[in-house]
């Protein structure tokens, strides 16, 4: 699949057939977050691969209630955690370089739309999971001190086609030169 049309085509899904995900494909989504850009290379983002139902069904639990994705994160054949070493993106010999402090979510987001797009182009589908309870899940995950997590995603066949949302003209969106300059 071109770039261009996997950035057009690929669409939130919510709703997963049950079946396993070849793991030539999950390495592949793997590999393309791997490959992501991160501030100064220090590549801060881990990724932790879930496919225990018992533990989907904790991070759906996590979930603020009114999360659409509950469904998709506990009946996906694949949940994918995305976490980040603190302290590390953003930084240069150990203090903070910019007005946004850790630079960690910057990186994790390229990293997480690597993998969608990745998805995308192999049959796959993923929603971007941010409203839930992330100390709970780092919890049931595990996650060390030092680290954070920032977002997760099913991964899975489409059990259905997503749909297709309005997006705002470029006219909306770009400037020239000065903010709000047509």
Known sequence: MEVFEAIKTRRSI?????????????????????????????????????????????????????????????????????CAELGKSGFYQGEPVTDKGDWYMFDVALAMQNIALAAHSLGLGTVHVGAFDAQKVGQILNVPEGAAVVEMTPLGHPAKEGKTPKRKELSELVFREIYGQK
Request: net charge positive; charged share 25%.
């Open 14 to 82: 919510r709703h997963y057939k049950s079946e396993a995900i070849a793991e030539e494909k999950l390495n592949a989504v793997l590999e393309a977050a791997r490959w992501a850009p991160s501030w100064a290379n220090t590549q801060c983002s881990r990724f932790v691969v879930v496919q225990n139902s018992e533990t989907k069904a904790k991070l759906a639990d996590a979930l603020t209630p009114w999360n659409p994705a509950y469904k998709a994160v506990k009946e996906a054949p694949i949940v994918i955690v995305a």
